[in-house]
């Protein structure tokens, strides 16, 4: 399965689209998932050219889990075993914002 499919592009905003925005008002656009364990990434921007998102990471340790950026070529590399990778979620849909997904981490 691919990570993005260009409905996903088109809504993700370029990096810095949010930067003062409250984050009750940032809308979270995707979450991939690591399916063998912790590891949950939500992005709320992107640059095509770099393929760098910006969102929420959770690693699986709320003392670790923190906004910043993260790589869709680092998403892409990961192997878990039995040959799985990390996984977009296809059931979280647009609805959701930042300030819901860090403090409920749907």
């Not at 992005?43 to 340790?61: I, K, M, R, S, V």
Request: net charge negative; hydrophobic share 40%; aromatic share 14%.
């Amino acid at each position: 399965m691919k990570l993005l499919t260009q409905e996903i592009l088109e809504k993700l905003p370029p990096l810095y689209a949010n930067e003062d925005t409250p984050s009750e008002e940032v809308k979270v656009i995707i979450k991939f998932f690591n399916p063998c364990g912790a590891g949950t990434w939500y992005a709320t921007e992107f640059e095509p050219e770099t393929g760098t998102f910006f969102g929420y990471a959770d690693l699986g340790n709320p003392a670790f889990a923190e906004l910043g950026y993260f790589s869709l070529a680092e998403l892409e590399s990961l192997r878990l075993p039995g040959g799985l990778g990390i996984e977009r979620d296809l059931h979280f849909g647009f609805e959701h914002t930042l300030a819901e997904v860090m403090k409920n981490r749907l």
